[in-house]
């Protein structure tokens, strides 16, 4: 499946504006991940840290996933991180 036919919500025929990415890494290393992406014209938007699985919520405009997964696949060299789900944003942080 590309990612244009991602950005198409097929059960409510709504176009995805943003997506929720969930990455496992070390919590003292998303103020790391956070200058990275502020240089880059706001790719992403680090949202939560939960403390118990340490999953990092981003939100990533729909345009911009496959550049934000490029990236964060570029930062594994840096920061030991893994995506483990994203999907469509409902719409709330």
Known sequence: MSLQELNFNSNNHEKILEYDLYVKMPLEDTHLLGYISEADDHIMN???AENEDHLVKIIVPADLLEIAME????????????????????GHP
Do not use: A, C, Q, S
């Not at 990236?71 to 469509?88: A, H, N, Q, R, S």
């Open 46 to 48: 680090i949202r939560h």
């Open 71 to 90: 990236m964060l696949e570029l930062l594994k060299t840096e920061i030991k991180l893994e995506v483990v789900k994203y999907g469509p944003n409902p």
